[in-house]
């Protein structure tokens, strides 16, 4: 009895570092702490991708997501896509795209994004692509989006698509 509740601890303690290690790690800049830093595989020939992210504002004062570059890129820029009257629409965030103090800001397919342009090459599947994000006070930050599927939803480790939570492996 004791061997079975030994082999289950010890089961458990490593599925909870599988689960954090499939995890993107977390970046502090200043007060915001930026996680689930993504993106999906694209196809040869593709000029364009999308970059997703959640961004934390835990200070007292707002900062603002003003653009990135990665040599991947050509050019990033901070995107909204949304709908209007059933019609899609994608514009750049001129101004940027706050992040109020207390906040969290999720960016995400359908919503808020990252937008590559000019891409050099394909982004690939398992692959870490390094990006600069520009915020108005924090200033500029290095962080890797883990490339997902060509059809991900989510980061690693996370699919929201069934309207429930289910972990991958």
Known sequence: MKSALKFLASAALAAGLFTASARAEDIKAGDLVISQA????????????????????KGAAPDRLIGGSGDIAGKVEVHEMSMNNGVMTMRPLDKGLAIEPGKTVKLAPGGYHLMMFDLKGPLKQGEKVPVTLEFEKAGKVNLSLDVQGVGAQAPAGMDHSGGHMEMKK
């Open 38 to 57: 993504w993106s999906r595989a694209t196809p040869n020939g593709a000029k364009i991708a999308g970059g997703y992210l959640t961004i934390e504002n």
